[in-house]
């Protein structure tokens, strides 16, 4: 079995995640969700409310043996995969779009480590979840509850009853 890593902010931890999360365990991968903070984002949920509701999300799906949640340190992606001894990224592609963001990253993380990336493409039915629209319908008052994990739902509540 090899170690891969998915990562991303997950803030918050959408369906469209754990779609990827349960497809790359499918190909007999350890998988690794390395949780990262994202200045450049602003942020519902902190780092650690993120990792709890994964946790749960992958207790409720059976697939905590396969698929570990970890902070990703700071740092380049690709010293992580070296610490922890993966030899690819994972990343969902919904569109062309992510696919021009992602491709450079992808070559860079290669050309520096030899990390290759492993693109998925989402779910037709996912593919219009994003976190971030989800942050902005649930707080103009839109029903995200279809888009997410119920523990994930439960800590956006939690986060805009205290805010």
Not at 151 to 162: E, K, R, W
Request: glycine share 6%; aromatic share 4%; net charge negative.
């Amino acid at each position: 079995m090899s170690t891969v890593v998915l990562p991303g902010s997950f803030d918050p931890f959408t369906l469209g995640h754990l779609d990827l999360t349960r497809r790359a365990a499918a190909l007999g991968h350890h998988v690794i969700i390395a949780v990262s903070h994202n200045p450049s984002k602003k942020g519902m949920l902190d780092l650690e409310a993120r990792k709890s509701a994964i946790t749960q999300t992958l207790a409720q799906e059976q697939l905590s043996e396969q698929v570990e949640v970890r902070t990703l340190p700071k740092g380049l992606l690709v010293d992580f995969c070296r610490e922890v001894g993966a030899g690819a990224v994972v990343r969902g592609l919904r569109s062309q779009l992510d696919l021009a963001y992602e491709e450079p990253m992808a070559r860079m993380n290669q050309h520096l480590a030899g990390v290759d990336t492993v693109f998925l493409l989402t779910d037709s039915t996912l593919a219009h979840i994003s976190s971030s629209l989800v942050r902005e319908v649930h707080a103009l008052g839109g029903d995200v509850s279809d888009m997410l994990p119920e523990p994930s739902l439960d800590a956006l509540s939690a986060a805009t009853a205290v805010s």
